[in-house]
């Protein structure tokens, strides 16, 4: 049989194959092998959770694992006290002090990668935390961190949690305004960024649209600490007076030493603004003791995590996954985190498995939108380099179609890696819906049962629980150590999203709430539950979370526009993409000038992610007679689909004219 015959033979079968049991090979060396955790976890919860506080050291220990007392303001390791920054160094100093925490890869391949091993990462956070001490900036105080991925990040995050400082990190691709808003929501005196980054080849200006964020701010900012990342291939910004150079600030506090303040459990660690239904993005708060718990235990039973690996997340720091899994559950453990500045087709398209051979990387932590693409450049790339290093594949950020998966399964991970397809929210901390990879088989396109410890229920609008098969909402029933504690400044909002529909919200009895993540799912009769997507007006573009609505003022704020709509639809590689629908003000026209604004003035707002597929002029949107636009409809044209149920509609004709428009 010939090589292709027997590769086209192997697709025939894989394709069949609808379970597939976790390699011999790993289960054989896994975290967790026994299988009795589940039902231990059960019987014993809340208390189950001690073991994710047991793999953190605390200052002083807790007196209480869950206190429900005032839900759904739920409180974990009550009393007890620890610091984020000493559990990620301080503590892995004696046995790894002189082993890698951070290789970092940069997007040019002429220039030196970087290690820091624990000694030095320890040595310039504290550094990093007495220039921000000596700035003022003291516990409690949140400090917003814009910047791409650069070490100076992880860096400027770990700092932060050192003295105490709540850091809200915004995503280095999303624009000045959504900055502005970011610092203005949370009043954040403090700012850490960079003057550019390196984007497919090209230095990129990023102090310019800090800068320009900076403008938008409504209350005072102290001070700007601007990391020198391009050096020659910079843009010439003259700092202003209330802005230092990071390397002066680092060199002027040369060996300084930082006593690591001792936090609260419940004190908050960090913001971290996520896209919610209504314009205004939601500030999600995570605590220091139940997240960094909750960050750790997942990066342990879940990614596998050993001290001795070299794990690779492919994910943004500017993402909650990055936080979670590059960052603070990856150091928790004393493992080696990768960190790559760049994207994955460049110089060319097998840059990450060029890292992966030359670190031998043990575990890939990537996007199903990045398998689709990787798919379709096709597998010479990967081919091409010994990826054998390979242990353990996950992915996260959206569901994953089975022939993504098992396209991963076979060219990435050799059909001897499992892979975990996890299923969480910026809001869970951490992940929630995955298989054990040392204990259960695995089913491609389902994400899997809930965790141990954890009560997901597949629910109808009544909530319910509905049977096997059919669709419905996901809920989780049982608080757990990871979730958020509430939106910053917001607790009606915290309670109006997650947890209203269905929990009798008078009730003061915790069995009586029950939090809402906003997605559709299905369960099967094994228990894996398959995610079928948001149910909200959040749109999941590359799996980061826009909210319509947000998109949509972005739109209406263009000179010309008097009224929009936006979709999701259906894209290849994206899984989901950004689709307008706009009716023009009179005296304007729906020409190729008008679009270009709008494209503009969606990336002024939010940035290039938000990008449209396509904008459509319409002299009307589909409406109930109501006057709800019937987005139902608009998906249906975004998907060139057959038309659903215009019926209600007070003007069911515009439909087949939007799609006319839509076609040209
Ligand atoms: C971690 C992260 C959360 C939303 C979530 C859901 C979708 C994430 C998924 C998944 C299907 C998976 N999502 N993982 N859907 N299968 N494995 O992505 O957080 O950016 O807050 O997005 O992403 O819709 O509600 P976040």
């Known amino acids: 049989m010939s090589g292709d015959d027997a590769d086209v033979e192997l697709e025939a079968r894989l394709e069949e194959q609808a379970e597939f049991e976790p390699p011999e090979s790993f289960v054989e060396q896994a975290n967790v092998t026994d299988a009795s955790v589940y039902d231990e976890f059960e019987e014993n919860w809340p208390e189950c959770w001690e073991g994710a506080a047991d793999l953190l050291d605390w200052d002083s220990d807790y007196d209480q694992v869950l206190d429900d007392s005032n839900p759904p303001f739920f409180e974990w390791f009550t009393n007890g006290s620890l610091n984020a920054s000493a559990n990620c160094l301080d503590r892995h100093l004696d046995e790894r002090g002189d082993e890698a925490a951070i290789e970092w890869v940069g997007e040019p391949t002429d220039e030196a990668d970087r290690t820091y091993t624990y000694a030095e990462l320890h040595r310039e956070v504290n550094e990093f935390a007495a220039g921000l001490r000596e700035m003022g900036v003291g516990e409690g105080d949140i400090v917003t961190l814009y910047m791409p991925m650069i070490p100076e990040l992880p860096i400027a995050m770990l700092a932060c949690a050192r003295i105490g400082a709540p850091h809200s990190v915004v995503f280095a691709g999303f624009s000045a305004d959504a900055l502005a808003t970011r610092m203005n929501a949370a009043d954040s005196e403090y700012l850490v960024t960079c003057d550019g980054y390196y984007r ?18 409504e209350h005072e900012v102290s001070d700007v600490v601007v990391v020198d990342r391009l050096g020659d291939d910079g843009f010439g910004h003259d700092l202003t007076d209330t802005q230092r150079d990071y390397d002066d600030v680092v060199a002027a506090n040369e060996g300084a030493e930082v006593e690591p303040v001792e936090r609260d459990a419940e004190d908050m660690l ?61 150091l928790a453990l004393g493992t080696t985190t990768m960190m790559y500045e760049g994207t994955p087709d460049y110089p060319e398209r097998d840059r ?8 031998e990387a043990t575990q890939l932590y990537t996007a199903p939108t990045a398998i689709r693409s990787f798919m379709k450049w096709g597998s010479e790339f990967p081919d091409q380099h010994d990826l054998s290093s390979l242990r353990l594949l996950g992915t996260v950020g959206e569901p994953i179609n089975p022939r993504a998966w098992k396209w991963y399964y076979k060219h990435i991970g050799n059909e001897e890696c499992p892979i975990v397809d996890t299923w969480w929210q910026t809001e869970t901390g951490g992940m929630m819906i995955t298989t054990l990879p040392g204990v259960k088989k695995m089913k491609p396109g389902s994400a899997g049962p809930p965790l141990p410890g954890l009560d997901v229920e597949i629910v109808d609008n009544a909530g319910d629980q509905i049977e096997p098969g059919r669709a419905g909402y996901l809920t989780v029933q049982k608080p757990w150590p990871g979730m958020l504690r509430t939106l910053y400044k917001n607790d009606e909002r915290y309670i109006d999203e997650y947890w209203a529909e269905y929990s009798d919200t008078d009730s003061d009895d915790p069995d009586d709430w029950v939090y809402f993540p906003e997605d559709g799912a299905k369960i099967d009769d094994d228990g894996y539950i398959t995610v079928l997507g948001r149910v909200d007006d959040v749109i999941n573009v590359s799996g980061h979370r826009l909210g319509t609505m947000e998109i949509e003022s972005a739109i209406v704020g263009v000179e010309g526009v008097a009224e929009a709509a936006v979709v999701g639809g259906d894209h290849d590689i994206k899984g989901e993409a950004v689709y307008a629908y706009v009716i023009t003000e009179d005296g304007y026209e729906g020409d190729d000038d008008l679009r270009a604004r709008i494209v503009e003035g969606i990336e002024d707002a939010i940035g290039p992610i938000a990008r449209p597929e396509q904008v459509v002029f319409t002299p009307e949107l589909p409406k109930t007679r109501s006057g709800k636009i019937m987005r139902r409809l608009l998906e249906d044209v975004a ?16 439909v087949s004219e939007i799609r006319d428009q839509a076609r040209n």
Request: charged letters at 20%.
């Open 200 to 217: 497919r080849g090209d230095p990129l200006d990023h102090l310019d649209k800090a800068n320009e964020g900076l403008s938008g701010v």
């Open 270 to 330: 960090f913001l971290m603004y996520t896209s919610g239904t209504t314009g205004e993005p939601k500030g999600v708060k995570h605590t220091t003791g139940g997240y960094l718990s909750w960050a750790a235990w997942t990066s342990q039973a879940v990614l596998d995590i050993k001290p001795e690996d070299t794990y690779f997340c492919s994910a943004d720091i500017g993402w909650i996954t990055g936080h979670s899994y590059i960052v603070y559950g990856p």
């Open 352 to 359: 990450l498995w060029e890292i992966i051979e030359e670190y």
């Open 639 to 654: 998907n060139d689909e057959e038309l659903g149920d215009t019926s209600t509609l007070r003007n069911p004709e515009i």
